[in-house]
């Protein structure tokens, strides 16, 4: 399977979604059996009781109890709009944020974050003007609290489908905003498998979209997700090993047959560089530790460069850098349920 492909089918009939590229899975999304929430999603909830070991507040939802970290201004009874940030643990509260973001394929609005901002990787000047110009005429006379992004895939989108996309967005949020009366209540749903490729895959254009009944057997999808239900994973030399436990996600790289004095340096660069795309299809998050194959101390300072580089342009993420034991320790935002369990 050549080029940029979005697939999308089912799952023990759960919409999913997988992003192909040359062959190769890059992304993956497929809808939790149960109606947990669902990242996205925006509640009107009702500040319950602070946690100020915590620095937050529970809020109640509709189903269950979110955890909101932030104290300052908030009373218990008051009500109050959040979005889901990630999946909740099982026992814990579903993590909560107060700041919103109503994200569309063009468009994203930003309440109490003012401005109108367009995608750096757009920057053709005269389709930076237009685009302006667009937002301007659409955001007229919104309230001065409401900002706008415009994202990447605007570049080479019709003028009437942006416009229309922004007017959509701007009116779902100024009803929610305004809706503060009554109880625990769902506002926006959290977006499903087929919405997210939609929304976030479709740019750069992929070469096909394949919809049809059994796309994932006839791309061959099965295949690469069968292989991220093992914990090993197989490098150009050498491979690691990503094994979850409750309280932290262990990563062992290791050599394999090579025995060269570069080998131990090779096979953690090409880890480090798939470590972001393994983590991402596989769900995982929290605290990472790696157990990266034995290198000089003198070419640490090479490997930070490359997993900087790799999670770059991932959400959350924090590289702690080495311990004592010489063990390699990082953390990354929990974003989705774990691929382990989204396939029991």
């Known amino acids: 399977m050549k080029g940029r492909v979005v697939v999308l089918d089912e799952i023990a009939g759960r919409q999913a979604a997988a992003l192909v590229v040359d062959g190769r899975l890059e992304d993956l999304r497929v809808d939790p059996a149960d109606d947990r929430a669902i990242p996205g999603a925006i509640y009107r909830a009702v500040a319950d009781r602070p946690v100020k070991g915590q620095g937050g507040i529970f809020v109640k939802l509709p189903r269950g109890t979110g955890f909101l970290r932030q104290i300052s201004g908030i009373a218990p009874g008051q009500r109050l709009l959040v979005q889901v940030t990630g999946p909740a643990e099982d026992g814990k509260a579903v993590p909560v944020t107060a700041r919103l973001l109503f994200k569309s394929r063009f468009a994203i609005l930003t309440p109490d974050a003012p401005g109108l901002n367009i995608s750096r990787r757009i920057r053709d000047e005269d389709r930076r003007v237009e685009l302006q110009a667009i937002a301007m005429a659409q955001m007229a006379g919104a309230d001065d609290s409401l900002g706008l992004i415009l994202r990447s895939a605007c570049w080479d989108a019709e003028a009437d489908a ?183």
């Open 162 to 344: 942006v416009a229309e996309d922004i007017a959509a967005m701007r009116g779902l949020a100024e009803a929610v905003l305004a809706d503060l009366t009554g109880g625990p209540e769902l506002m926006v749903d959290g977006a499903g498998a087929h919405e997210v490729a939609f929304r976030d895959w479709l740019d750069p254009e992929p070469d096909a979209v394949e919809t049809e009944a059994g796309a994932f057997e006839a791309q061959g999808v099965l295949d690469l997700i069968d292989v991220l239900r093992r914990p090993d994973v197989a490098l150009e030399q050498g491979g690691m090993f990503i094994e979850a436990t409750r309280a932290l996600v262990a990563i062992d790289v290791n050599t394999g047959g090579d025995t060269s004095p570069a080998a131990g340096l090779k096979v953690n660069i090409a880890a480090a560089r798939d470590l972001p795309r393994q983590l991402r299809l596989r769900g995982l998050g929290g605290q990472i530790v790696i157990d990266f194959a034995p290198i000089p101390k003198r070419d640490r300072g090479v490997l930070d460069q490359v997993l900087r580089a790799a999670f770059k342009t991932e959400s959350e993420t924090h590289l702690a850098g080495w311990t004592a034991l010489g063990l390699y320790e990082m953390t990354r935002k929990r974003d989705r349920l774990p691929l382990a369990e989204l396939l029991a």
